[in-house]
């Protein structure tokens, strides 16, 4: 702590349990400084005039990050539930979903954009989200006909984050045709810009607006309103970054390979993040094979894409050699688990990459529900049905912590809250658990270029708490804490959310939680009826 800091201007959090160097421990204090980060992790017998907030009951964890979010598609919740009738494919199937998604897209004005991912935002805060990577592709009006703001649209997306409290990466899509070979789709008219300069073009006037704060999301009466809201020119991410700005290329069926080329290589020369939809459907695989002759993986490598800046979304349908291969780029995958399985699209073969390396962070996707630690168990789970045996994320992969190991010699002892800690028949906690948060926390941080993700002195101080008293974790050690979280956590459980010291949910309410709820209530009558 820098030594000329007056501790009254501090303020320290006291909750029965803090989450920090990959365990529970009691006795701490989270101390926080007037810039919204972290001072230090303190004793409690150590501090001194810190204003403090007792949290009685509680566990407190590092604020998840949400990697990967279309934030207009909550509307299509339980709206696309049922058989349809398609004679081209016959079968109900990602494509057949797509069609109902785009009639959803052509409907939405700029206003009701903003309701609807308000409404996405709030349930990712409620569910302890304190940053998410925005994958934005609404570009243009309904016709196809550009705003007089090319990015609009994406200012309404990073107000209505802001205005929630979340952290937000515009991930701006570049997105140029409807696929190889295909007619153009009218119902994709506002997604495509066709030319690679205009995106590009598009692409900085918004990091302008966004570093020089004229955008929405720093305008009066926002949570972002102060100078230290936007991202700083170096483009970096920084304890205090509100909204930044990154790319997506859509994917190698809606951006052709020179278009592709010039954006992440200007990407890489502006230090920005890139994301981009890879492998997620058989179709999207065989139509590259056809165009280019090799799978979207082996093209990206091949080219020299990937890096560690590189996040592939999905990534499901490659090969173990291929894996192999693309573990050597240092990019990272993205899974989104409960949207993969709601649209049919397969199982990411997480076990194949975290055994060669590659980190998985993850994302709600569609939104067909809004649940990080679902996708988190999700994304063992899958494999458990798959390979017939459990634990298949364990500490065979090299980037899974290895479990806590108690020590049977220690006398048996309690924490402050109760619970039971290590003694003579304490069990190992578990390294699968603590593996999976990490996809939740430290790996989604990385990929979207988030300051959070672990609680660490100088990082930024997005957290979220749990009751311990929730029916859904009752009678959890200390040692066995994370596994039920990761597992078996109710979201109800989930009741104070902080994000840069400032809380935006308490006692599991979020401050304008009605409002939000009421005009996306009228948003869907007007969109359904």
């Known amino acids: 702590m820098d030594p000329t800091q007056d501790t009254d201007s501090l303020i320290a959090w006291l909750p029965d349990l803090i989450f920090t160097g990959g365990r529970f421990e009691g006795g701490l204090a989270l101390v926080c400084g007037s810039s919204g980060t972290i001072v230090k992790l303190a004793r409690v017998d150590e501090l001194g005039n810190e204003k403090r907030i007792n949290l009685t009951n509680r566990a407190l964890l ?31 199937s990602f494509w057949t979903w797509r069609e109902m998604m785009y009639s959803a897209a052509t409907r939405l004005t700029p206003e009701d954009i903003y309701d609807a991912s308000r409404m996405a935002f709030l349930e990712m805060a409620l569910n302890g989200i304190t940053a998410v ?13 550009p705003y007089d703001d090319p990015n609009l649209l994406a200012k309404e997306v990073m107000r209505a984050a802001v205005d929630v409290g979340l952290r937000i990466a515009l991930l701006r899509v570049a997105y140029a045709r409807s696929g190889f070979q295909t007619e153009p789709n009218p119902r994709q008219a506002r997604f495509i810009e066709s030319d690679p300069e205009i995106y590009l ?37 920084a304890p205090h970054a509100t909204a930044w700005v990154g790319v997506a290329p859509h994917s190698v069926r809606a951006v052709p390979l020179d278009y592709l080329r010039k954006v992440i ?3 890489n020369q502006t230090n920005l993040k890139i994301h981009m939809h890879v492998a997620e459907q058989p179709a999207e695989v065989s139509a590259c094979v056809e165009e280019y002759g ?12 990937p890096s560690e800046s590189f996040t592939a979304v999905h990534a499901i349908h490659v090969t173990p050699k291929a894996i192999a291969s693309f573990a050597r780029t240092g990019a990272m995958v993205c899974a989104c688990p409960t949207t993969e399985r709601n649209l049919g699209d397969g199982v990411v073969p997480a076990d194949e990459y975290l055994k060669h390396g590659v980190a998985i962070c993850l994302g709600t996707d569609s939104h067909a529900q809004i649940d990080l630690l679902e996708d988190a168990r999700e994304l063992e789970y899958h494999l458990r049905l798959q390979k017939l045996e459990r634990a298949v994320l364990s500490v065979r992969s090299p980037t899974v912590r290895e479990g806590l190991q108690p020590d049977d010699a220690l006398p048996d002892r309690r924490t402050p809250a109760g619970l039971p800690g290590r003694g003579p028949r304490g069990v190992r906690a578990s390294d699968t658990a603590a593996g999976l948060f990490d996809c939740a926390t430290i790996n989604g941080a990385r990929s979207i270029g988030a300051p959070g993700g672990t609680l660490e002195a100088g990082k930024a101080a997005d957290f979220f708490t749990i009751a311990l008293d929730d029916p859904s974790i009752a009678g959890a050690s200390a040692e066995n804490l994370l596994a039920s979280i990761v597992f078996s956590l109710s979201r109800a459980a989930v009741r104070e959310v902080v994000v840069s010291g400032k809380p935006i949910v308490s006692e599991g309410q979020h401050l304008v939680q009605e409002e939000i709820v009421e005009r996306f209530g009228d948003l869907q009558k007007r969109l359904w009826s």
């Open 62 to 92: 590092p604020g998840m990050v949400n990697s990967h979010s279309h934030a207009f598609q909550r509307v299509l919740r339980g709206r696309t539930e049922y058989r349809t009738r398609n004679s081209t494919i016959g079968r109900d």
């Open 201 to 237: 073009q598009s692409l900085e006037k918004l990091i302008h607006d966004v570093t020089r704060g004229s955008s929405p999301t720093v305008r009066e009466g926002s949570l972002a309103h102060d100078k230290d809201g936007a991202l700083p020119d170096d483009r970096a991410s």
């Open 294 to 305: 090799r799978t979207p993986i082996a093209l990206l490598q091949t080219e020299g894409l």
């Open 133 to 145: 990577g925005e994958f934005h592709y609404l570009h243009h009006q309904p016709n196809g006909t």
């Open 265 to 267: 290589t200007h990407a």
